[in-house]
């Protein structure tokens, strides 16, 4: 009883975990948390980097208290003042101690510094990826969001009965134009054998007055016969009854 109870608690909690965990805001803010360690990155490089100033200035002074010794010393010898040459030499020591202290700690630091600058460059090659996965993951999440609705709308649209009526209304549309073709093309023949008709009966009729002329002229129809067959075309030549009577 108590195992199937805590299965229970757990479900429901992990539930709600689930239904809190967001993909999208948890990259936006996994974003955001890697952006704000690079200012406590630079603060760190920062202050590495004034230490490593400080130490080359104390290198610095160091090397100019052992080059001021070492002056005095060998003017104290020169001199002849050995007591107090001695004691020169006592600070020089201590002055070339500190020095090489100085320049181990500062060897140190460098070296410190240099990782944290390769750790930098590390961490803002490797936030730079992560980013552009967290964005190109956001995108496809987004276009697919938008998919999803636009394919709700196309199963509305077919569910709708609105590609039935689109394809029936399309189809009558079509044969109505295609009836008009038709009968515009019926037309237009119509006319055209009208024409050809007209053209026809006015060959027979030049035809018939060619004919009736070639008989006139071989004597075998009468003027008043010609005559009735129609006037000759202007240009054409007709035979009177004197060159009949020649030929």
């Known amino acids: 009883m108590f195992t199937r109870l805590w299965r229970a608690i757990r479900s429901f909690f992990g539930a709600l975990v689930g239904a809190a965990e967001d993909p999208k805001l948890i990259l936006e803010q996994n974003i955001r948390d890697m952006q704000d360690k690079v200012p406590e990155i630079n603060t760190g490089l920062a202050k590495a980097r004034a230490g490593i100033i400080r130490l080359e200035e104390e290198a610095a002074e160091y090397e100019k208290q052992v080059k001021g010794l070492t002056g005095k010393i060998k003017?104290?010898?020169?001199?002849?003042?050995?007591?107090?040459?001695?004691?020169?030499?006592?600070?020089?020591?201590?002055?070339?101690?500190?020095?090489?202290?100085?320049?181990?700690?500062?060897?140190?630091?460098?070296?410190?510094?240099?990782?944290?600058?390769?750790?930098?460059?590390?961490?803002?090659?490797?936030?730079?990826?992560?980013?552009?996965?967290?964005?190109?993951?956001?995108?496809?999440?987004?276009?697919?969001?938008?998919?999803?609705?636009?394919?709700?709308?196309?199963?509305?649209?077919?569910?709708g009965g609105v590609d039935t009526t689109h394809d029936e209304m399309l189809q009558k549309l079509k044969g109505k134009s295609a009836e008009a073709q038709g009968k515009l093309a019926m037309a237009a023949e119509t006319i055209h054998m009208k024409d050809i008709d007209m053209e026809e009966k006015a060959r027979e009729m030049e035809g018939r007055a060619l004919l009736d002329q070639f008989k006139l002229e071989m004597g075998l129809a009468t003027p008043a016969a010609a005559e009735s067959a129609g006037p000759a075309k202007e240009g054409e030549k007709t035979i009177g009854p004197a060159e009949r009577a020649k030929g």
């Open 75 to 159: 003017a104290c010898l020169a001199s002849g003042e050995e007591k107090l040459a001695a004691d020169f030499a006592v600070r020089l020591k201590t002055a070339q101690e500190a020095l090489a202290r100085n320049q181990e700690q500062h060897r140190g630091a460098k070296a410190g510094y240099d990782s944290l600058v390769k750790l930098k460059e590390r961490y803002m090659s490797e936030m730079k990826r992560k980013t552009e996965e967290a964005m190109l993951a956001i995108r496809e999440a987004d276009a697919s969001k938008w998919k999803t609705e636009l394919a709700g709308v196309f199963e509305k649209f077919e569910v």
